[in-house]
């Protein structure tokens, strides 16, 4: 987890954003849906084989070898799939030469991530999760090397190498996974037998919910940039400036997908031994509420002043798009606990269904506000899209789950809300618009949390206990 919050949001907010400013929005914003596009079709190259082969090898070390080499071909079998869906897609979008450059490599870079995710899952199955943390934050480290150093001695940036440097690190972290995994499996047993390519699939069919509740899931969080970048007259400069707010949704999300691999096998153990899990996921949604809450308050009073810690260049702009984007990812903070919740007990169909709604009504509101409002439609229709979704996923938990326990939740809601804004509305009232009284009241507001029958963080302490860590069962 350090190894994670130190690293990815730095490279995002430092590196990540500091090529946007320089390179301008409309630069970027051409670029950005581009990789949007990559991700949003990048369940093709995996279709959950990573989730499978760590499964396998969990259960039983001596499958890596044998196993490894089935999952491999599979890999290499559903590359060509994937980067000829994303080409013919990204032509269909209307997407012609240079653009369609920066696609093909885009598609190159997610093979070699999904390629290192794969390795990675041989390492998890293995038990080697301290190698694998390391693997985890590798590329990104060398980016924020590497880039930082170019952008530190170079007036000015391309996209081309970004992309490049993408590559290069990404290859680098690839083949250093490979001998770490190398050096694992010696310690494990070859396999007698080696598991044939039609068990391989017939266990990617069994994870088909998953992939397809990713794939609804990067449909409501990656489309709006594709459809702002299409449609507007302006899409351009338009996906860059709800670039350059996504930046910080998504470095502030990372958190939430943390507690979200934590909390998994803790509820689906406590779910098989008919342990009560409202105090568990009571505890987790406070911890989130307050650091989301603390976020989007702060957002929303000084949007322009937070945005230009990290920008130069049309902050003011950008600054009526971040305040729906940090309340998107209060929201979705939450969703991290109930989703999870119901993906451990097995309610992918209703999961599923839920998140197509999410999916159909945040296209529907793009199409109904980007030409309208462009990038601020966009944002708007996220928050108003995760507010329906994880709402719904609140009421099917309290239904499943049902208890008076509940209210201790709607309780630190209100009392947290009520702090916040009255810390942020005061500061907003008597103290300079500065980039202090954005970072007093982001402090303030988390520490708010503390106050009595607000947070419990005795949860945080629960679950990164040794009694009670779980990592190796996940």
Request: charged share 10%; proline share 3%.
């Amino acid at each position: 987890m350090v190894l994670n919050l130190l690293i990815k949001p730095a490279y995002l907010l430092v590196i990540d954003a500091r090529i946007q400013d320089v390179l301008g929005p409309e630069i970027f914003g051409s670029y950005f849906p581009l990789l949007s596009l990559g991700i949003l079709l990048n369940i093709l190259l995996d279709a959950g084989l990573s989730n499978h082969m760590t499964r396998l090898i969990s259960a039983n070390n001596e499958a890596v070898t044998g196993a490894y080499r089935v999952g491999s071909r599979a890999k290499l079998a559903l590359f060509p799939l994937y980067l000829m869906s994303l080409m013919l897609v990204g032509w269909g979008l209307g997407y012609r030469g240079e653009s369609m450059q920066w696609l093909a490599w885009i598609g190159i870079n997610q093979a070699l991530l999904s390629a290192i995710l794969y390795v990675r899952a041989g390492l998890q199955g293995l038990g080697a999760h301290k190698t694998d943390a390391w693997v985890s934050i590798s590329d990104r480290s060398m980016l924020l090397l590497g880039l930082g150093i170019v952008l530190a001695i170079q007036p000015g940036f391309e996209i081309a190498w970004l992309l490049m440097g993408t590559t290069v690190a990404l290859s680098i972290a690839l083949a250093l996974a490979c001998w770490r995994l190398m050096i694992h499996m010696k310690g494990a047993q070859a396999a007698k037998h080696e598991e044939s390519a039609t068990s391989i699939w017939e266990q990617l069919a069994k994870g088909w919910p998953y992939a397809l509740l990713f794939l609804l899931m990067m449909t409501y969080h990656r489309v709006d940039a594709i459809m702002l970048e299409r449609m507007h007259p302006d899409g351009a400069r338009q996906a860059g400036w709800y670039a350059m707010g996504y930046r910080l949704f998504e470095a502030s999300n990372m958190i939430g997908f943390l507690f979200a691999t934590l909390l998994l096998p803790y509820f689906s153990r406590m779910l098989a031994i008919k342990e009560d899990i409202r105090p568990l996921a009571i505890g987790a949604s406070r911890i989130l509420m307050v650091g989301g809450g603390a976020i989007a308050w702060t957002a929303w009073f000084w949007p322009g002043t937070l945005l230009s810690i990290f920008y130069s260049h049309e902050v003011a702009a950008a600054a009526s798009i971040l305040p729906w984007l940090m309340l998107s990812f209060a929201i979705f903070a939450q969703g991290y606990v109930f989703s999870t919740l119901l993906t451990a007990r097995g309610d992918m169909k209703q999961l599923n269904l839920l998140a197509a709604v999410g999916a159909i009504g945040n296209i529907g509101l793009n199409l109904w506000w980007i030409p309208k409002y462009g990038a601020l439609g966009c944002a708007m229709a996220s928050a108003i899209t995760q507010g329906l979704v994880v709402g719904m996923q609140c009421f099917i938990s309290l239904k499943k789950f049902p208890g008076r326990i509940w209210w201790l939740l709607g309780k630190s809601f209100a009392m947290h809300t009520l702090a916040a804004g009255a810390i942020c509305w005061s500061l907003s009232r008597f103290a300079p618009d500065d980039v202090w009284v954005v970072l007093v009241s982001l402090i303030a507001c988390l520490g708010a949390g503390f106050l009595p029958g607000i947070m419990d963080y005795s949860t945080l302490r629960q679950l990164l206990s040794s009694k009670m860590n779980t990592f190796a069962d996940s």
